[in-house]
């Protein structure tokens, strides 16, 4: 059963999104979960809420705020550590609702969310346990495998005049999330640019083509994997694409090594956004396994 809802953070913006239910009758463990960069809820995020509510554990979906249906300003605007608070105040609202079974909820990240939930569960230790995929593991060095080292100059003038126009009054820039003809755009790969412009046609007319070019030099300077080690002893599984070359692979492999007991790897056989959808299976049935072994079930 899917129901609407919606709550408030600690600083009073109203997140809005689903409450995945299993059948029968609860409390049931419950997994907080939220989408990546610029992504909005429909894009198969009820695919693995489902996965996950047919194996006993309910699911908090929720729009990060600023895109799709919840509230927050400047809209398409992605502060990372802004979304680490909202996933942080899921986890609280989920804990007031009945149907939700003390001391058993997870969370689940995917891309920038997985980069997220990294963190969450290193400083949150309500989170009884963690699935992290194909995450963002460090903003400066991803930059630097995504961007030509001949542009990495000219990237930083574009946020230093944004930062001076913003100082003087100025709205913030706007940048595309993809693009295909060479323009500027925030995650500048081929199969960035498919999935994204498919999956919003077919999936989400909500999702829009841009952020603010302030969520990219945030982007920058996040470092979620200096967190890795410190999620232990919540279990961890990470899920990794072996062919990923947005959040790049081999970063999140030496990351995973960094992580301390217990914890688990998944290894997809294909790109980024296979976990999503050709890779679907392999990707949300270990998670609904580690949700189960580590929350129990309903």
């Not at 194996?55 to 729009?63: I, M, R, S």
């Not at 997220?116 to 346990?129: E, M, P």
């Not at 982007?219 to 947005?246: C, K, N, Q, R």
């Amino acid at each position: 059963m899917r129901k609407d809802i919606a709550f408030r953070t600690e600083d009073g913006v109203t997140l809005r999104g689903w409450h995945v239910l299993p059948d029968g009758r609860g409390p049931w463990p419950t997994v907080v979960m939220a989408h990546g960069f610029s992504a909005v809820k429909e894009m198969y995020l009820d695919r693995f809420a489902d996965a996950f509510a047919a194996q006993g554990v309910a699911a908090l979906v929720f729009d990060n705020r600023n895109f799709g249906a919840s509230d927050g300003e400047p809209r398409q605007e992605i502060d990372p550590w802004v979304q680490v608070r909202d996933y942080r105040d899921a986890i609280s609202f989920a804990e007031t609702l009945p149907e939700t079974a003390a001391g058993r909820i997870g969370v689940w990240g995917s891309s920038y969310s997985g980069a997220h939930v990294i963190v969450v569960a290193a400083i949150d230790r309500r989170v009884k346990a963690v699935v992290s995929q194909v995450p963002l593991i460090s903003g400066h060095r991803n930059v630097r495998r995504l961007v030509r080292a001949d542009l990495i100059a000219a990237v930083n003038g574009m946020f230093e005049a944004d930062r001076r126009a913003r100082y003087g009054g100025a709205a913030p820039q706007m940048i595309k999330v993809v693009a295909d003809d060479g323009s500027p755009c925030a995650l500048p790969t081929p199969d960035t640019f498919e999935w994204f412009t498919e999956t919003g046609r077919t999936r989400a007319p909500s999702w829009k083509n841009e952020v603010t070019l302030r969520s990219v030099e945030l982007f920058t300077a996040y470092e979620p994997g200096a967190w890795i080690a410190m999620v232990s002893p919540t279990p961890l599984l990470m899920v990794v694409a072996a062919g990923d070359h947005l959040t790049v692979a081999d970063e999140a492999l030496a990351a995973y090594e960094r992580a301390l007991q217990p914890k688990e790897l998944v290894l997809l056989p294909g790109g980024h956004f296979d976990a999503y959808v050709a890779g679907f299976e392999q990707a949300s049935a270990p998670a609904a396994a580690w949700f189960r072994r580590h929350l129990g079930a309903g």
